[in-house]
């Protein structure tokens, strides 16, 4: 199944569990938003505005049947940008708390004024690069368009235990990216995403370093 229309895409968005009137109204708010905000700065690119549910809100969403509600908080989203897809599962999934990391000033206060207009309470706003947080291991881990596996990897791993379940979506790169994959013990796969047929998301699991990369290291 391809959600190839903002009409396919909202239908969808409607059967998810998650979706009920105070969900939809939080979605609704965070669309309008963003609209508004794109005219002051670059949230997103403005091409995708008229294809926001589809780009945006449902391919943010689709994230979540990987991962039970009772398995997701902590929630830990990387490079939270214009908020996807971080924001979408803290309107979706209230009762998950959600760490949204961000370096960039204007888009720090525009993750931390939406959280406000939308009352996320469940959301903790990190105004710092990747590699200054300080947070303990979380149950799930998503990035998107923030960097290259190797880095990503490199960056974030240690927020993992072998239980983490990873939320990756990578585009067409996504087979690509993990095939070439080296020097880190996992379980990834790649899925196919529903908003882009030729689109995937890596996801799994993560057991560390491999022997020989550990090695490498200390040498």
Do not use: Y
Request: with cysteine.
């Amino acid at each position: 199944m391809i959600l190839d229309s903002e009409d396919a895409a909202r239908a969808w968005l409607e059967t998810l569990p998650e979706w009920d009137g105070g969900a939809g109204e939080r979605i609704e708010r965070l669309v309008a938003l963003l609209r508004a905000e794109n005219e002051r700065q670059n949230l997103v690119a403005a091409a995708s505005l008229g294809a926001i549910w589809q780009r945006h809100i449902a391919d943010s969403a689709q994230l979540l049947p990987h991962v039970p509600r009772e398995a997701a908080s902590p929630w830990l989203d990387l490079g939270a940008g214009a908020g996807f897809p971080g924001l979408v599962v803290a309107a979706l999934r209230p009762d998950s708390k959600v760490h949204l990391v961000e370096s960039r000033k204007r888009r720090i206060d525009w993750l931390e004024s939406v959280c406000g207009e939308l009352g996320l309470a469940n959301v903790a706003v990190h105004g710092c690069r990747v590699e200054a947080l300080q947070l303990a291991p979380v149950r799930v881990i998503s990035a998107r368009a923030f960097a290259p596996l190797p880095k990503l990897l490199d960056l974030s791993a240690r927020f993992s235990t072998a239980d983490t379940v990873w939320l990756l979506p990578k585009g067409r790169s996504a087979q690509h990216e993990l095939d070439a994959l080296s020097g880190w013990s996992h379980m990834f796969h790649v899925e196919q995403s529903l908003t882009d047929r030729e689109a995937g998301v890596i996801t799994g699991t993560l057991s560390g370093r491999t022997m020989a990369a550990k090695k490498g290291r200390k040498s």
